[in-house]
Nanobody, 125 residues
Framework: QVQLVESGGGLVQPGGSLRLSCAAS????????IGWFRQAPGKEREGVSCISTYGSTTYYADSVKGRFSISRDNSKKTVYLQMNSLKPEDTAVYYC??????????????????WGQGAQVTVSS
């Protein structure tokens, strides 16, 4: 059974940092690119970042470029999203999802087959 589980969310002050983890089970993570998405209240889900199967290629949304960093450890079957300099507008439920590769239009959620349940990130003073 293919499963993705996010963890590491929480409440953080503006300017703070969090690291999200996406743990995979039931399939070989080596064969999949992983995307991170987020959905803020009342807004559509948007792509945040994507990392290729072995991490050689990464993509970021303009809104997080320079502040967020995606990485992966295939031996641990885990993908990470390091989030620095967090802003209140980063508040959202964050999801990870699997695709066979990071496409040129990687932020289109319809490309992704399997999704985690989401992790809440709240940035507030």
């Amino acid at each position: 059974q293919v499963q993705l589980v996010e963890s590491g969310g929480g409440l953080v002050q503006p300017g703070g940092s969090l690291r999200l983890s996406c743990a995979a089970s039931g399939f070989s993570l080596n064969y999949y690119a992983i995307g991170w998405f987020r959905q803020a209240p009342g807004k559509e889900r948007e792509g945040v970042s994507c990392i290729s199967t072995y991490g050689s290629t990464t993509y970021y949304a303009d809104s997080v470029k320079g502040r967020f960093s995606i990485s992966r450890d295939n031996s641990k079957k885990t993908v990470y999203l390091q989030m620095n300099s967090l802003k209140p507008e980063d508040t959202a439920v964050y999801y990870c999802a699997a695709d066979r590769w990071c496409r040129s239009n990687w932020s289109v959620e319809g490309h992704y087959d399997s999704w985690g349940q989401g992790a809440q990130v709240t940035v507030s003073s």
